[in-house]
């Protein structure tokens, strides 16, 4: 499975800005797709998770006023609505896609997680 990133970049406090991502290859088949971060120093943590139909969503806490995440027309697409940016969402964003339930995302019970390389956001103050 491929997962290509795009929409990072450089943004003020308050801001917004629309992550994507696309996957590709033949094993992803009907896998959930989302969203972790890392910012320097920091371990990744989880984002959003969406399921292949998009009926089921799970955020972190921490972003689930002001993310959203969605998919496209095409589902290998995915997305992620960032609005009311803080200095703190600065990190690199890494899309995912794993077998499990977007409810076990974050979870000790993912374990067959596929990255991709990462667009970075800043958020200045």
């Known amino acids: 499975v491929q997962l290509e990133e795009s929409g990072g970049g450089l943004v003020q406090t308050g801001g917004s800005l629309r992550l994507s991502c696309v996957a590709s290859g033949t094993t992803f088949g009907t896998y959930a797709l989302g969203w972790f971060r890392q910012a320097p120093g920091k371990e990744r943590e989880f984002v959003a998770a969406i399921s292949w139909s998009g009926a089921e969503t799970k955020y972190a806490d921490s972003v689930k006023d002001r993310l959203t995440i969605s998919k496209g027309n095409a589902k290998n697409t995915v997305y992620l609505q960032m609005n009311g940016l803080k200095p703190e969402d600065s990190a690199v964003y890494y899309c995912?896609?794993?077998?499990?339930?977007?409810?076990?995302?974050?979870?000790?019970?993912?374990?067959?997680?596929?990255w991709g390389q990462g667009t970075q956001v800043t958020v200045s103050s």
């Open positions: 995912a896609t794993d077998p499990i339930p977007p409810g076990g995302w974050g979870t000790r019970s993912q374990r067959n997680t596929s």
